[in-house]
């Protein structure tokens, strides 16, 4: 299992090292994976598809990603993707300083509920200090805290029917003539309990900056960095993706990249 593990990690440094003369971005740039042709990315693709059958085989659901110590704190997480949304919605938010912000969780859900950052900060919360990698290459180490999912799935009693947990962002990835699409991504039941996985609201000891999610974004550290939605504005319970983006369950999924992004 760890040489699973290992292998998928290596592989993303030689991805590093075959990238290492283009310019690293943002996750705009996907240099070589944009390539639907690409022998590298097609054997990343398969890779992805066996990491997430073995991980969920093999590894037990509660396995904790490698944490860290404040001496491994170098430098500030690199902010990447959107990093300043300006749709109406999140700038309304934003001027008031989120004071308004209520975190919606919905669909297959026993109590629809809408949180306001202090009833998540209420909540029981953990910190950790884990190391993010971005599909481009590069990893940053921080400290995040913020309350662990579970307690906020427990509190609105997740039907049995759901599978998938959605996440909706206020923050436009894509303009189109047909219209913006906002960044949606998702995690499994069994990613979205895990204990590592955190609705964070701060990081490195001060609140969310804009530019890394602020006020409320996952942290699922087993898996890349796209999956981190940040900018949440709505969690839904969900059974399967065909209502959300082209079907296949994010943004980036729909784009061609793997659903599971396991490391
Ligand atoms: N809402 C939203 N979440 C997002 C993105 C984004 O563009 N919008 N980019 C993703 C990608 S590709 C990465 S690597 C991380 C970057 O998080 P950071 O800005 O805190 O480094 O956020 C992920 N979550
Ligand atoms: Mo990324």
């Known amino acids: 299992m760890s040489k699973l593990i ?24 996907y240099d070589f994976l944009q390539d639907r042709d690409n022998a590298m990315r097609a054997f990343m693709i398969s ?40 749709t109406p919605d999140y700038l309304t938010l934003r001027n008031g300083n989120f004071s308004d912000y209520r975190l919606q969780v919905d669909g297959l859900v026993e109590r629809p509920t809408a949180f306001s950052l202090s009833d998540l900060k209420a909540m029981p919360s953990r910190t950790q200090i884990t190391r993010h990698d971005c599909v481009e290459g590069w990893s940053c ?25 959605m996440f909706h962002c206020f923050d436009a990835i894509e303009r189109t003539l047909s219209g913006e699409v906002l960044y949606y991504e998702s995690i499994d039941l069994v990613d979205a309990r895990h204990p590592q996985t955190i609705l964070a609201y701060a990081m490195n000891d001060k609140p969310l900056p ?35 983006g082209l079907g296949k369950g994010s943004y980036w999924a729909d784009q061609g990249y793997e659903w599971y992004a396991g490391i």
């Open 141 to 165: 180490i921080a400290k995040w805290q913020g309350v662990p999912l579970r307690q906020v799935l427990d509190e609105v009693g997740v039907k049995p029917a759901a599978r998938f947990v």
């Open 47 to 86: 890779m992805n598809r066996l990491t997430y059958r073995a991980q969920r085989l093999l590894q037990s659901p509660g396995q904790l990603a490698q944490e860290f110590t404040e001496a491994d704190i170098r430098q500030d997480q690199h902010p990447n993707g959107v990093t300043d949304p300006d």
């Open 6 to 29: 290992l292998s998928r990690r290596a592989l993303l440094r030689a991805g590093l090292a075959t990238a290492a003369t283009v310019p690293l971005a943002g996750c705009s740039a």
């Open 210 to 244: 804009v530019a890394n999610g602020a006020p409320l974004r996952v942290r699922v550290e087993r898996q890349l960095g796209y999956k981190m939605a940040k900018y949440i504005r709505r969690i839904e319970l969900i059974s399967e993706f065909s209502q959300v």
